[in-house]
């Protein structure tokens, strides 16, 4: 059973950081993508970043760049999202999403591309 289980969402101050975690179980990365995704209330879900693992390419929405970078841990098969310098607008409960196959980059960060998803992790900005 293909499982995705994020951990590290908390409730952080702006200018905070905060390390995301996506452990994924019955499967290996190999030859997939997966993808951090968030949700705020009353907003649609909306790509954060994602990472193709056959050549570790990477791509980041627009909103996150120069602030949160992506990477994985292939002997714990596991994805990471560091978060930094984090604001208000940041906050939301985030996913991490994966596909058995190796994504364009176009289409890395549209959630109806991803076949399996976590059950999310809360992400509050807040002073």
């Known amino acids: 059973q293909l499982q995705l289980v994020e951990s590290g969402g908390d409730l952080v101050q702006p200018g905070g950081s905060l390390r995301l975690s996506c452990a994924a179980s019955g499967f290996t990365l190999e030859y997939a993508t997966i993808g951090w995704f968030r949700q705020a209330p009353g907003k649609e879900r909306e790509g954060v970043s994602s990472i193709r693992t056959f050549d570790d390419g990477t791509t980041f929405a627009d909103s996150v760049k120069e602030r949160f970078t992506i990477s994985r841990d292939t002997a714990n098969n596991t994805v990471f999202l560091q978060l930094n310098s984090l604001k208000p607008e940041d906050t939301g409960i985030y996913y991490c999403?994966?596909?058995?196959?190796?994504?364009?980059?176009?289409?890395?960060?549209?959630?109806?591309?991803?076949?399996?998803w976590g059950q999310g992790t809360q992400v509050t900005v807040s002073s």
């Open positions: 999403a994966a596909v058995r196959w190796s994504l364009t980059r176009s289409m890395m960060l549209q959630p109806p591309n991803y076949d399996y």
